[in-house]
């Protein structure tokens, strides 16, 4: 069974940064993809960007890119967002979540973690 364990949530002045985590295991396959997904209040949940363990490869929702990062540990099976120049949108339950193969969208992903709360404050 996949686990998937976000922290490095909180609050957050706007223009500020935050570094979260997901620390994942349980994979049986060597080709997976893990991915960090948000979700505010009345709005649906987004992918914001992923990699895939097999090449590293990576992509990014374009409302993020340039602002948020996603690299891993290669030592351990850790992903972790750079979140920076954070904005009130941006305000959200963020999630990491995976897959076997890759994925881009929520219905796509097999696994979820509980989440992590990022309050954005002006």
Same mark, same amino acid.
């Given at each position: 069974?996949?686990q998937l364990?976000?922290?490095?949530g909180?609050?957050?002045? &706007?223009?500020?940064s935050l ?7 349980? !994979? *049986? &396959?060597?080709?997976? %993809?893990?991915?960090w !997904?948000r979700?505010a ?6 992918g ?10 990576t992509?990014?929702a374009?409302?993020?890119k340039g602002?948020f %990062?996603i !690299?891993?540990d290669? &030592?351990k099976?850790s992903?972790y967002?750079?979140m920076?120049s ?8 963020y999630y990491?979540?995976? %897959? ?6 929520p219905?796509?992903?097999d696994?979820?973690g509980?989440?992590?709360?990022? %309050?954005?404050s *002006?």
């Amino acid at each position: 069974e996949v686990q998937l364990v976000e922290s490095g949530g909180g609050l957050v002045q &706007a223009g500020g940064s935050l570094r979260l985590s997901c620390a994942a295991s349980g !994979f *049986t &396959a060597d080709d997976y %993809t893990i991915g960090w !997904f948000r979700q505010a209040p009345g709005k649906e949940r987004e992918g914001l960007s992923c990699i895939r363990s097999s090449d590293g490869s990576t992509a990014y929702a374009t409302s993020v890119k340039g602002r948020f %990062t996603i !690299f891993r540990d290669n &030592a351990k099976i850790s992903v972790y967002r750079q979140m920076n120049s954070l904005k009130p949108g941006d305000a959200a339950v963020y999630y990491c979540a995976a %897959t076997y193969g890759s994925s881009w969208y929520p219905s796509g992903m097999d696994s979820w973690g509980k989440g992590t709360l990022v %309050t954005v404050s *002006t």
